[in-house]
């Protein structure tokens, strides 16, 4: 049984890892890509943008509901605490797939850069983005965070240690430096379209509102630490949204 947990966690490791590569190509909105931000059914403009609305919301809904304590004091008498990251995993990975499936594109360009050196310096943000991400998820806790920790420890018969807050490397200029990678990749293109603006603004409300309530979490598990923390460090800039 500890085994089968163990292989069903890996399986969502790599479906979730998979999963992101997808989600780096569709906010590229490669050429190569089956779908993309710019590219899926059509449908007029007023329809397109209220279909997008609503797919970011049901991603924001899952994301937002299922990461917090509340929920997983309830989910977790259902499904083994050792497998709920996991099970968190798929659920994402199954309305990312929504979204890249229905995600309507909206015609016309916001911005265009043409000079050769910005669309260079453009895509460069794009990836460091994405770097800043993904060197995020190894400074917390990164098989913690994606499940792979709590079915190995179980397998080996072991408990897992209380959280322990950190602030490693980036965690010492800002609070959510996982979340300023996602937005440099989502606002830095060389050509903004209608849809991509809507992804930016859309996933950048959702994260804005997500940080209140995973602060909320923070404050409860970490207590006098973190309400430390939080007066001394920015949000997502650097000296920015200090709070306290
Ligand atoms: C998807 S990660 C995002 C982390 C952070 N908001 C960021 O943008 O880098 C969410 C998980 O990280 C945990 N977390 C956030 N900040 C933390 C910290 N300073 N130390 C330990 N865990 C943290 C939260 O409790 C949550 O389980």
Redesign the pocket.
């Known amino acids: 049984m500890r085994a089968l947990m163990m292989l069903f966690a890996v399986g969502c490791y790599f479906a979730f890892f998979a999963t992101f590569l997808y989600l780096v190509g569709w906010v590229g909105g490669f050429d190569f890509m089956p779908t993309h931000v710019d590219k899926g059914p059509a449908m007029a403009p007023a329809t397109a943008a209220l279909v997008d609305i609503a797919l970011i919301a049901l991603f924001g809904i899952q994301h937002s509901a299922m990461?917090r304590q509340s929920f997983k004091d309830g989910w977790t008498k259902v499904v083994s605490p050792v497998l709920e990251r996991s099970v968190y995993l798929l659920a994402t990975i199954a309305v990312l797939f929504i979204l890249f499936r229905f995600w309507s594109p909206i015609e016309g360009t916001v911005w265009s850069v043409q000079n050769e050196t910005g669309r260079m310096i453009l895509w460069g943000m794009f990836w460091l983005g994405w770097a800043i991400?993904f060197i995020?998820?190894w400074?917390?806790?990164h098989f913690e965070?994606f499940g792979l920790q709590q079915a190995w420890l179980h397998l080996r018969g072991k408990e897992a240690a209380p959280?322990?807050?950190?602030?490693p490397l980036?965690?010492k200029s800002?609070?959510?430096?996982?979340?300023?990678?996602?937005f440099i990749a989502f606002w830095a293109t060389p050509d903004m379209t209608y849809s991509h603006l809507l992804a930016a603004v859309g996933f950048t409300a959702y994260i804005l509102v997500g940080?209140a309530y995973?602060e909320k979490?923070?404050l409860r598990?970490?207590g006098n630490e973190?309400a430390e923390?939080r007066k001394q460090v920015g949000k997502?800039i650097p000296g920015i949204g200090k709070q306290g």
């Open positions: 990461a991400l995020s998820t400074l917390l806790n965070l959280p322990r807050m950190r602030t980036f965690y800002v609070r959510h430096p996982l979340y300023t990678g996602f940080i995973e979490d923070l598990v970490f973190y923390y997502i």
